[in-house]
Nanobody, 119 residues
Framework: QAQAEESGGGLAQPGGSLRLSCSVS???????????LAWYRQSAGSLSRGLIA?????????WYADNVKGRFTISRDNIKEVLYLQMNALKPEDTAVYYC????????WGQGTQVTVDS
């Protein structure tokens, strides 16, 4: 069964940048390029993952949550089968574990990648 694999997290200072990547291992139920994909995050103490950005299969239609709009950019490479999240102007409130999956989850959830924003 396909499982998401996130990477690129780490410690950043407020105002800094990080770039997250997401790939899939295992046998996916549908081609990578066929799915609307998304980034989610879960803050410490939160009971659920929140959707923060998604991208259409061809990469032309993007959506962002209000609290990341203008700072984060979602993109994808359907040839390499990688999903990206460029995060700029990071704030302490962006501290969370970040996950990728379909806009409607289609893969097993990965471990996520921890992003910590702290001076």
């Amino acid at each position: 069964q396909a499982q998401a694999e996130e990477s690129g997290g780490g410690l950043a200072q407020p105002g800094g940048s990080l770039r997250l990547s997401c790939s899939v291992s295992g046998r996916a139920p549908s081609p990578f390029s066929a799915n609307r994909l998304a980034w989610y995050r879960q803050s410490a103490g939160s009971l659920s993952r929140g959707l923060i950005a998604n991208i259409s299969p061809d990469g032309t239609t993007l959506w962002y949550a209000d609290n990341v709009k203008g700072r984060f950019t979602i993109s994808r490479d359907n040839i390499k089968e990688v999903l990206y999240l460029q995060m700029n102007a990071l704030k302490p409130e962006d501290t969370a574990v970040y996950y990728c999956n379909g806009d409607v989850p289609i893969w097993q959830w990965g471990q996520g990648t921890q992003v910590t924003v702290d001076s």
